[in-house]
Structure formats: C-alpha cells, structure tokens
C-alpha cells in the first residue's frame, strides 16, 4: 500500500509564499513522475508541475515564474514552493507519483489534497 502525505497548505494574503511538501510512504519503485495538480469547485484538475526522474520539469503556464517543483528521491519526497501568490490560486493542491506497487504495474497514485487559500 502507497500512501501519499502533504503538508504546508493553508491561508495566505496575496504575494505570499507556501511551500507544499508530499512524501510518498510504501514500497513503490521505479518512481517516474511526481507532481502536483490542483482543482477548484466546478473545474477540472489541472497540472501545476511535475518533474520526472531525470529531473526534467514542467509547468503550467500560470506557474512559470513564480512557482518551484523538486524533488528528493532519497526521501521520496516532492516539494513545490510558490511565490507570489495570487487569489486565482486558491484550489484543493493534489500530489501525485508515477511508479510501481508490486504486483501491479505501473501507476499513478494520488494524495487526498490539501487546501491553498490566497485572500486578503
């Protein structure tokens, strides 16, 4: 069993910063892609990042410039850390990783979410 655990949600004034972290906990291997998504209320999730093994990145283009993916392989861990925030990046942020659970094949499993709330 896999399990995925972010932290560093919350409320923050507009400009602000946060840094989500997600750790993936079980024994999952080949770990391909890890990233983040987001959704809000009445809209499909979206990709924000995800970066891969070779450490090749992609962002949306809301991100770029303003947010940071990386990822520890040693701790499985995959961070994002986001910079000047703005209300239109309110949303549920979603981790997510690629990789194999044994004896299934390659996945892609999903944290259960954590709030970002951009408001003054």
């Known amino acids: 069993q896999v399990q995925l655990v972010e932290s560093g949600g919350g409320s923050v004034q507009p400009g602000g910063s946060l840094r989500l972290s997600c750790e993936v906990l079980?024994?999952?291997?080949?770990?391909?892609?890890m990233g983040w998504y987001r959704q809000v209320p009445g809209k499909q999730r979206e990709l924000v990042a995800v970066?891969?093994?070779?450490?090749?990145?992609n962002y949306a283009d809301s991100a770029k410039g303003r947010f940071t993916i990386s990822r520890d392989n040693a701790k499985n861990t995959v961070y994002l850390q986001m910079n000047d925030l703005k209300p239109d990046d309110t949303a549920v942020y979603y981790c997510t990783v690629t990789g194999v659970v044994l004896p299934y094949p390659i996945n892609d499993y999903w944290g259960q979410g954590i709030q970002v709330t951009v408001s003054s």
């Open positions: 079980g024994r999952i291997f080949s770990i391909s892609y």
């Open positions: 970066v891969n093994s070779g450490g090749s990145l």
